[in-house]
């Protein structure tokens, strides 16, 4: 079962120099993200297929043009992560599922 929430510290969002130096915007752009790459472990995919910038705009009701642009502004603060294949992921949430899928293994070992 997948959690139906994920841990979000204010505290981390608002220190974080490289998404405070992005706009407004971009970090609208990036919480939308993180709820998606939330529901796939970490990266901007559903059902296991990567979401381009033309499903990102769908998904966030803005047009195509300037989802580039956030996405490049996100790029270039060094926000997000990009796979081998070239999918976008969210170091946090990457980190905190393995530690997760580490933690019920332990348990059902009883430790």
Request: proline content about 5%; overall charge positive; glycine content about 10%.
């Amino acid at each position: 079962m997948k959690n139906p929430w994920f841990k979000f510290f204010p505290t981390d969002w608002r220190a974080d120099p490289a998404l405070r130096m992005c706009s407004l915007s971009a970090r609208g752009l990036w919480i939308e993200m993180l709820c998606i790459m939330h529901e796939a472990g970490g990266f901007l995919e559903i059902n296991g297929i990567p979401v381009n910038e033309r499903v990102l705009a769908s998904l966030s009701g803005s047009p195509i043009e300037e989802i580039n642009e956030l996405l490049i502004e996100l790029e270039n603060a060094g926000v997000y992560s990009l796979d081998r294949k070239g999918r976008i992921y969210s170091r946090r949430i990457t980190r905190d599922v393995k530690k997760a899928n580490e933690q019920r293994k332990d348990g059902q070992k009883g430790g």
